[in-house]
């Protein structure tokens, strides 16, 4: 069992739906990450909150909104999606300093169809 | 933008037998890390190692860095079954808030025969 949970664990959705997934972690740590992981490529970050403040967005397109309402939960709002967005999306956590080792969880698998 | 680069991109070996795995980057780094993946699930991590470090082993792990090679490896030895997964290295940027962002190699399939 992975420290950090993710929900749902797979998402089909249409590209006029709106979903979101969920990730918590109780681990006290203060740094928070998306990653979008497409099949047999490595994980590639989208968000990183530090402290629940957004501190790097890797030109994501806004169809994606991220949200985090407290040091626990990380929200990821999907709006309009395309089919390009099928993928595997990761949370993970860490301690908000410099170069630490991430706790990711086991990823929301999202096919728009 | 820096990036690992792992090698070998796929890795078929005997139980108990020895795995190398090698990663290249471009530019100036922290530390490095290195993930398992499993199929399916989400990233594991094995073993961080910062840049003033040249070896660091972990149980049946041992990883080298060599900073100026800009490279680094992990060895496994006497693999098992369970070790079957995908691994990644994972470098961080020098400074600002680039700290926090970790890019990924293209990994490693290791596949482990019973």
């Known amino acids: 069992d992975t420290e950090v949970t993710q929900t749902p664990k797979h998402l089909v959705m249409g590209m006029t739906n709106k979903k979101s997934l969920k990730c918590e972690q109780h681990?006290?740590?203060?740094?928070m990450y998306w990653y979008k992981q497409k099949a047999k490529k490595p994980p590639e970050l989208m968000f990183v909150?530090?402290?629940?403040?957004?501190?790097i967005n890797e030109s994501v397109p806004s169809r994606f909104s991220p949200e985090c309402p407290n040091s626990s939960l990380l929200n990821l709002h999907l709006h309009a999606l395309q089919p390009e967005d099928s993928a595997l999306y990761l949370c993970?956590?860490?301690?908000?300093?410099?170069?630490?080792?991430?706790?990711f969880g086991d990823g929301t698998r999202l096919s728009i169809l | 933008s820096q990036q690992g680069e792992e090698d070998p991109q796929a890795l078929s070996i005997q139980e108990g037998e020895n795995a190398t795995m090698n990663c290249s980057y471009k530019?100036?780094?922290?530390?490095l890390q290195w993930y398992r993946q499993n199929s399916g699930r989400g990233l594991v991590h094995l073993i961080l190692?910062?840049?003033?470090?040249r070896e660091k082993h972990s149980g049946r792990l041992r990883v080298t860095l060599d900073t100026s090679k800009k490279s680094s490896s992990l060895l496994i030895t006497a693999s098992r079954a369970a070790d079957t997964a995908s691994y990644f290295c994972?470098?961080?940027?020098?400074?600002?808030?680039?700290?926090?962002?970790?890019?990924f190699g293209k990994g490693t399939l290791l596949t482990v025969n019973p």
């Open positions: 993970a956590s860490s301690q908000a300093r410099s170069s630490q080792p991430q706790h």
């Open positions: 190692i910062r840049s003033n470090e």
């Open positions: 681990m006290g740590h203060r740094a």
């Open positions: 909150y530090s402290y629940e403040k957004l501190s």
């Open positions: 530019t100036s780094i922290n530390n």
């Open positions: 994972a470098t961080d940027g020098r400074g600002g808030g680039s700290n926090y962002k970790l890019t």
